[in-house]
């Protein structure tokens, strides 16, 4: 996904893909969509940005998991769109014990990497995204053993291209470009939600630079609601996010992305 679903693990967060930073770093990091430059996994201290990259954009292509679309197509605008995630995005009240270290934002410009990736997975090109918020970046944790979560909205033109994305980015094409990108460890993530629907993912395993070598585990889910993907970017090191951490989370904006839908369109647009 290149600028939704996708995660950058080396730089920060871009719709499903993942970065690393220190928070520090995280406040002003830059993160494509889902979809993210796969590089090693960085040092806990600067895995903040990691996990900013974790929430791109996810790519599309054929044989992934995703549901056939259930509306006709919707047109998005940005104002409508940034709306939409201003009302789906995390917040710091989401997780008390975790501490915000950034703000929500509009994601940076996709930068080479994302349009490459974008080829490779054969996901939507970043030039298409209508709108990409990423959430406020919560931590927890010290250094061998910090949590980062973050979510992100990216707004596609039409729903049959939010869909696209999401299917390429846990299709065997985009596993295999997620190799190439320097996962050690990669497999698929199906977290099951209200109403039968099912966010789709990957986890990313890669080993950390800097003097711990802890491995990094970064977790990226998502599902589509109408035109836009939403996704949760999970980073653990040493150990994964909580499986109920991002089931929580995941419940979360799957009931906001429902109460919120209108400001997509029609009320007939479905989060599936």
């Known amino acids: 996904m290149a600028g939704s679903v996708r995660r950058m693990p080396a730089a920060e967060d871009r719709s499903v893909r993942t970065a690393k930073a220190s928070s520090t770093?995280?406040?002003?990091g830059s993160a494509p969509s889902l979809r993210r430059r796969r590089r090693r996994a960085a040092h806990p201290a600067a895995s903040t940005c990691i996990l900013l990259a974790l929430t791109v954009v996810l790519p599309g292509c054929a044989g992934a998991q995703a549901s056939a679309p259930t509306t006709a197509t919707v047109a998005v605008t940005k104002a409508s769109a940034v709306a939409f995630a201003h009302a789906v995005n995390l917040r710091a009240s989401d997780q008390p014990a975790m501490e915000a270290v950034a703000p929500e934002r509009a994601a940076p410009s996709p930068d080479a990497t994302a349009f490459e990736f974008a080829r490779c997975d054969g996901g939507i090109s970043p030039a298409r995204i209508v709108a990409n918020i990423r959430s406020t970046l919560l931590s927890t944790g010290n250094?061998?053993?910090?949590?980062?979560?973050?979510?992100?909205?990216t707004a596609m033109p039409s729903e049959a291209l939010a869909r696209r994305n999401l299917a390429a980015f846990t299709s065997p094409r985009g596993l295999h470009c997620e190799r190439h990108y320097g996962g050690t460890s990669i497999?698929?993530?199906?977290?099951?939600?209200?109403?039968?629907?099912?966010?789709?993912g990957q986890r990313i395993v890669a080993p950390s630079g800097g003097p711990t070598h802890v491995l990094g585990y970064h977790d990226i889910l998502g599902f589509v609601c109408g035109p836009a993907e939403i996704v949760l970017t999970a980073a653990g090191?040493?150990?994964?996010?909580?499986?109920?951490t991002e089931q929580q989370l995941l419940d979360v904006l799957y009931r906001r992305a429902a109460e919120a839908r209108g400001e997509l369109g029609p009320r007939s647009v479905r989060c599936n």
Do not use: D
């Open 25 to 28: 770093a995280a406040k002003s």
């Open 143 to 153: 250094e061998r053993e910090q949590r980062l979560v973050r979510s992100r909205v």
């Open 187 to 200: 497999s698929r993530l199906n977290v099951p939600l209200a109403g039968g629907t099912h966010a789709f």
């Open 237 to 244: 090191f040493s150990h994964p996010v909580a499986s109920q």
